[in-house]
């Protein structure tokens, strides 16, 4: 499994008047937790990008449990359960103090830059993926 958790503090932008994160942010903190796990791996996003790998958003799930505020600091949790094929399936859990705040999922799939078309993972990829997923 691939793991990664990054702690980001709330910003007063990400609020509405009474200082609740408004819930069109989490998508975006979504994305800081997938680009800190391929950081992590030493897989940045840009590189895949040179290689001509895309990874676009087919699919967003999220769950809202609990209220963040300004100033909360709160920790994005993400994961990947099963070797990634044509797309790739983060799980999210975003907490503040142990609360749970949202949790969620994103399917991305992997597609080629030139043709614009679906792919399977490509192979130095899913070597330096397989030893997370014995």
Excluded at 86 to 97: G, L, P, S
Aim: glycine content about 6%; charged content about 25%; aromatic content about 10%.
């Amino acid at each position: 499994m691939l793991y990664n958790k990054t702690q980001i503090k709330v910003r007063y932008g990400e609020t509405d008047q009474m200082g609740i994160v408004n819930n069109a942010v989490y998508p975006s903190w979504f994305e800081i937790g997938r680009t800190e796990l391929f950081d992590e791996l030493k897989l940045p996003y840009s590189e895949m990008e040179k290689q001509g790998i895309m990874l676009p958003l087919s699919e967003l799930h999220i769950k809202y449990h609990s209220p963040a505020y300004y100033g909360d600091t709160v920790s994005i949790e993400t994961s990947v359960k099963e070797m990634p094929g044509v797309r790739i399936t983060f799980d999210y859990r975003v907490t503040h103090n142990e609360r749970l705040i949202v949790s969620g999922q994103t399917v991305q799939a992997f597609i080629s830059a030139e043709t614009r078309r679906p792919i399977r993972i490509p192979d130095h990829l899913r070597h330096a993926l397989s030893p997370h997923f014995r």
